[in-house]
């Protein structure tokens, strides 16, 4: 089994790497705009956000649902949520440890949480045994409360970096982002991002999923083309 070295990748995000906010930001609001069209969000609804870095999916649906909680590894990037304008009695940000199930599952437990959203995530941790152990922990918490997962932008095997570049570039262009992307790409190359990338990404096929879910009894649904980067997918975990 290969294991992607968590400290690498825990220490990077701590550290707040601005050169990728304005892409993540485009980037969650292609994710917001396709989830609307997919799994529109209502009134009622109670979202829990996994690696919330500094709000960008806060911001996007903050309005449209009627409480919004956020966690992050990041004390800086909670504080940055925490100073939004978009802040009301409804919204709550925790700073919680990498991989820290226990905390994810109190957070739905204690606010009630009905939809999970993780977009950008998956690919940091260590391997698939620590996705079976925070999915089959979400099982047990379904006894209690009943929610959906959506776990989006998740990276295939032998999936090609150049179908990432080429659709964040269009977009990028597309939304008058060019310059931004153009920063990015310089960015990705010249900072510590691209050293620590060369110790992998978790990668995973969607059987994984598939076959995780029919062991658990959960419904599955593997969906595509609701994240910017062409050729990943996501999937949806219904634990009602």
Sequence with gaps: MHI????????YWQTNPEGFNDIMNLSTKYFADKLYDKYPLIKNDRVLDIGCGPGFLFNEIVKKVELFVGTDISDNYIKVCNSSSSITPNTHFVVSDAYDFETYG????????NKVIMLSVLQYYQNTEMIIKLISHFKEISRH????????DIIPENHSVLGDVASISY?????N????????IC?????????????GLL??????????ADDLNVKITVV???????????VLLDFN
């Design 187 to 199: 960015y990705a190359l010249f900072s510590d991002y691209r050293k620590i990338k060369k110790s």
């Design 145 to 152: 409360q009943k929610f959906t997962f959506l776990i989006a």
């Design 106 to 113: 109190k957070l739905i437990l204690e606010y009630r949480i």
């Design 177 to 184: 982002y060019a310059f931004k992307f153009i920063k990015f």
């Design 224 to 234: 595509k083309n609701i994240t910017i980067h062409s050729g990943r997918y996501s």
């Design 203 to 212: 990668k995973i096929k969607p059987e994984f999923f598939v076959k995780l």
């Design 171 to 175: 977009n990028s262009i597309k939304k």
């Design 4 to 11: 992607i070295p968590s400290s690498n990748w825990t220490n």
